[in-house]
T-cell receptor, first 114, second 113 residues
């Protein structure tokens, strides 16, 4: 079956620190992988995605590389800002259902302090 | 663009009451989804639809019904609300084209007493 395991939080960092949030997955086929971000009181927004092995997704200084050999999609940012405080969700897309259903990790809450 | 709009934003129900949550999207997307979000469990898929007039069960469908009478709307119904259905509900829509992201509404916070 499909599942996503992501690093438990919460994570608290000082501004300009380096961020890594680990994500590993189990899938029956060749899924697409996503990171979504949820700011307080809002819905989820796509942060970045990768659709095949060795692809690197990037956006707003965040990066993640699709590693098929380690079934991982770790999120990284070199220098976090206070405005990056949010909950981050790793997800995979199950193309076999024909509706690209998403399977989510449990989310990691990041707090960045000045 | 409004994107995905959910109504209501908040609601408190008593056990046994019924209600319908409405999701509307203006992006002409074929696929629509209902999720629930609970602490420590991420988002779980309740039901989804691949087009007008079609629906299918997701991971946690029990106690919910859905309808997609119009392409732009996806309704989630609770026939007899239970405290275990206290949650935040999110609707999403997506184009049928390959590798497109899902677009989410801002959520409905539902409390059942």
């Amino acid at each position: 079956g499909n599942s996503v395991t992501q690093m438990e939080g919460p994570v608290t960092l000082s501004e300009e620190a380096f961020l890594t949030i680990n994500c590993t997955y189990t899938a029956t086929g060749y899924p697409s992988l996503f990171w979504y971000v949820q700011y307080p009181g809002e819905g989820l927004q796509l942060l970045l995605k990768a659709t095949k092995a060795d692809d690197k997704g990037s956006n707003k200084g965040f990066e993640a590389t699709y590693r098929k050999e380690t079934t991982s999609f770790h999120l990284e940012k070199g220098s976090v800002q206070v405005s990056d405080s949010a909950v981050y969700f790793c997800a995979l897309s199950d193309v076999q259902t024909g509706a690209n259903n998403l399977f989510f990790g449990t989310g990691t809450r990041l707090t960045v302090i000045p | 663009n409004a994107g995905v709009t959910q109504t209501p934003k908040f609601r408190v129900l008593k056990t046994g009451q019924s209600m319908t949550l409405l999701c509307a999207q203006d992006m002409n997307h074929e696929y629509m989804y209902w999720y629930r979000q609970d602490p420590g469990m991420g988002l779980r898929l309740i039901h989804y639809s691949v087009g007008e007039g079609t629906t299918a069960k997701g991971e946690v469908p029990d106690g919910y019904n859905v309808s997609r009478l119009k392409k732009q709307n996806f309704l989630l119904g609770l026939e007899s609300a239970a405290p275990s259905q206290t949650s935040v509900y999110f609707c999403a829509s997506m184009s049928h084209r390959d590798n497109q992201p899902q677009h989410f509404g801002d959520g409905t916070r539902l409390s059942i007493l």
